[in-house]
């Protein structure tokens, strides 16, 4: 979130390249050369065309397309389109670069999102005889030839992610030279899409989109500018509009909004007590649901166990995650595409502009934390059909973990932001490993972070890291009130959600309503407004079966290899004999399995409160260590000590003692004189390292006295796996005081 604020505004930065002579002689005359607009029967008469040629023979432009192509070819007017999903957006722009580019102009670049959304639309493209390429992380060996074509003037539609917006490199190949031109005879367009990402309010907001904001400083008048979203309230529109500008003859931002309603979608919700209900519910409807979809869930884990649930029942289905690598997700959309996989099993990385017009049916297993995010996610169903089915099965309490954490990583401090710029100089550039040792965030927050500051002018991306800029331009200053604003929004957000999914009233008028749709009414079709309901229990056997899959799931802990770089001690290579083995975890943070027990017992110990460990608990435990493939079973048993869950760590490890005959030793102490910090609260490997880096204290009169016991293996007992340092430093204390090799074993893992 921004939340330094700074004027826009300011000398460029922008170098011209190789500027031809007729555009030097038009820069120094200041004449500015502006293409021929097309008349209003025209602008008519080829968008209807162009429709036809993307959506069919008998299909005509709806009102609001022909508004939106009327205002920026023929009234060049910068103009903002907010329209439901499946509305036709994307047809507006084909169709202005189509009619633009038929009069002699340059390229239309569209600043897109996601790769998903760049693979269809380059598709669709092709329809209307435009050639498309993107350049992004994705095609890397291309670029070259991409940029060449760009040049010669060979590409119709460019479409770039908006990270390519804060490269220097591509700023200078590309834009620069497309500035250039924009000034004499062939000047080019451009696109936002899903334009709420430049707007702080917007659900997903992305910094590097509001370098947007300075580019559209640098162009003439007339260059075409169109933003589309799907998603955004009053307040986001008002705030993408401002950003946007006032263009051609200081007109303003034209604000073109549709009704929100999607006549196909048929809203339920189900709710059932747990993960095991919920898996066996899906287990049992999904091949009822017609054709192919989507079924969300909020974290990697939980998308990978349900889609190996439902592969387990026999289900055709696949995960699609952040974690999936790019050439795998391509063939993962085409499945789902082609009807060969009945589901995607995805978390939010399959979202923006995943075109299938025959989705069939969306089911969230939990819901995300925003009203705005689930209508974005929903409206990949039914574009095309008369009917898709969009059910909900919430997980209150899983649900609102996760939203708890997605709020605390979100917004940087002022102590942060004041601690990153007083460790930059003007001149000499600082690295974003080097800034991790002093700086208490993790490195994709610090990039973020640094991404935000630069965008707000403050620091600059240079060679070598980053710089102050060099402050002739006004002061920055940290927004409280913005801050404070956003964190009690994302709350108010999440509270929506929760009322969503037990409303009495009509579910897809709640949704509009919260996003300022003032055509919205009851819809007739949701489970409310018909009475109907999807609601079962499902098989006892089914949920057994699930219930065995959850808790039966073992989460691996990967040792530490190299301590974090930029420390003096400790430093370098952790040698293979005084690092962890590769250790165990009963639980996952989020799933639906053991997590909401052990959850509630952190939870409990936190609050100072008597552990209650169950047998169950500690059969789950015992279990984890029967499906342990190790060398040599455990000689003896190590806690690991804790400010506030000594009690519970200490309990787990005498039941596991006596389980399995095994001596406990306190062999690991908490240096009293060290002054840590709640290891939660550190943000990088470098602080999380320092924190506990002395903390520890290795006691030998705690050590075993028997040689073939301390050199046996240790099962080392913790209560959760974060960052993994704790267990990292604490298995190098006990392996350099002759102890035998460390078996983690925790209760949670992130």
């Known amino acids: 979130m921004t939340v330094l604020s700074r004027p826009h505004g300011g000398p460029s930065r922008t170098r011209l390249l190789s500027p031809t002579l007729d555009t030097v002689g038009a820069m120094i005359t200041g004449a500015l050369v502006e293409p021929p607009r097309p008349t209003a029967a025209e602008v008519e008469a080829e968008l209807t065309e162009h429709i036809r040629a993307l959506a069919g023979p008998d299909a005509v432009p709806r009102p609001e397309q022909l508004a939106a192509v009327q205002a920026v070819v023929a009234d060049r007017q910068r103009t903002l389109l ?89 700023r200078r190949r590309v834009f620069d030279m497309l500035l250039a031109q924009s000034r004499q005879a062939r000047p080019f367009s451009l696109v936002c899409d899903e334009a709420h990402c430049i707007s702080d309010w917007g659900h997903d907001f992305r910094p590097d989109y509001r370098r947007l904001r300075a580019l559209l400083d640098e162009l003439p008048p007339w260059t075409p500018v169109l933003a589309t979203t799907a998603t955004a309230n009053q307040r986001v529109t008002d705030d993408v509009a401002a950003q946007l500008g006032r263009g051609h003859a200081n007109t303003g931002t034209l604000v073109l909004r549709t009704s929100l309603d999607r006549a196909s979608l048929h809203l339920s919700v189900v709710d059932l007590p747990d993960d095991a209900h919920r898996l066996a519910w899906l287990a049992e409807n999904i091949d009822d649901l017609p054709g192919s979809g989507i079924i969300y869930c909020l974290t990697v884990n939980q998308a990978e166990t349900t889609a190996a649930w439902l592969r387990q029942q026999g289900h055709r289905v696949a995960a699609y995650t952040g974690a999936v690598e790019p050439e795998e997700r391509l063939a993962l959309e085409s499945g789902l595409k082609a ?299 190590c806690p690991v000590p804790s400010r506030r869950r000594s009690p519970l760590i200490g309990e787990i490890a005498t039941r596991l003692g006596e389980l399995g005959n095994l001596p406990v030793f306190h062999a690991l102490v908490a240096n009293p004189g060290h002054p840590g910090l709640w290891q939660a609260s550190q943000g990088n490997s470098a602080h999380q390292v320092a924190n506990v880096w002395g903390r520890l204290d290795v006691v030998t009169a705690q050590l075993p006295t028997d040689p073939a016991v301390s050199r046996g293996p240790v099962l080392l007992v913790d209560d959760e796996a974060d960052s993994r340092w704790t267990l990292t430093v604490a298995a190098w204390l006990l392996t350099g005081a002759d102890a035998g090799p460390v078996l983690p074993l925790v209760l949670r893992a992130r």
């Not at 819809?523 to 057994?544: F, I, Q, S």
């Open 339 to 637: 009807n060969d996989l009945k589901a995607l099993v995805a978390t939010s990385a399959l979202g923006m502009g995943f075109d299938k017009g025959d989705l069939a049916f969306c089911v969230h297993l939990g819901l995300p934390p925003t009203p705005v995010a689930y209508y974005q996610q929903i409206g990949r169903a039914g574009r095309n059909l008369d009917r898709a089915e969009v059910i909900a099965l919430p997980r209150p309490a899983e649900d609102a973990a996760v939203w708890r954490w997605f709020e605390s990583v979100s917004l940087p401090s002022e102590e942060i932001c004041l601690s990153v710029l007083a460790r930059l100089d003007i001149r000499q550039p600082t690295s974003i490993a080097t800034l991790e040792t002093s700086v208490n965030l993790g490195r994709t927050r610090l990039g973020t972070l640094l991404n935000i500051l630069e965008v707000d002018g403050a620091v600059e991306r240079v060679q070598g890291g980053f710089v102050l800029t060099d402050g002739s331009g006004p002061a920055w200053e940290y927004n409280h009130e913005l801050a404070q604003s956003l964190r009690e929004l994302r709350r108010a957000e999440a509270e929506q959600m929760r009322e969503w999914a037990g409303l009495d009233s009509c579910r897809l008028r709640y949704l509009r309503e919260s996003l300022d749709d003032t055509e919205a009414t009851d819809c007739g079709r949701c489970d409310v407004c018909t009475g109907g309901t999807r609601h079962h229990d499902p098989a006892l056997e089914l949920v057994t079966a699930a219930q065995h899959l959850l808790r039966g799931t073992d989460v691996g802990i990967e040792p530490r290899k190299q301590w974090p770089t930029g420390l003096d001690e400790p430093k370098g290579r952790i040698k293979p004999e005084r690092r962890a083995a590769m250790g165990r975890s009963l639980a996952q943070w989020g799933d639906g399995g053991w997590g909401p027990i052990v959850d509630s017992l952190i939870e409990a110990a936190d609050r100072g409160e008597r552990p209650e460990v169950t047998e169950a608990l500690v059969r789950g435990l015992a279990g984890v260590l029967k499906r342990w493939t190790w060398g040599d079973r455990p000689t003896w048993i």
């Open 82 to 170: 907010v329209a439901r999903t499946g509305f036709g957006k994307s047809g507006v722009y084909f169709s202005a670069t189509r009619m633009l580019r038929n009069r002699g102009w340059g390229p239309t670049i569209v600043v897109s999102p996601l790769l998903a959304l760049m693979r269809d639309q380059v598709e669709a493209a092709q329809r209307l005889g435009l050639v498309a390429e993107t350049i992004n992380s994705a095609n890397l060996d291309d670029w070259s030839a991409i940029e060449a074509r760009i040049h010669a003037d060979e590409v119709d539609l460019l479409l770039i992610a908006p990270e390519r917006l804060a490269n220097a490199g591509f």
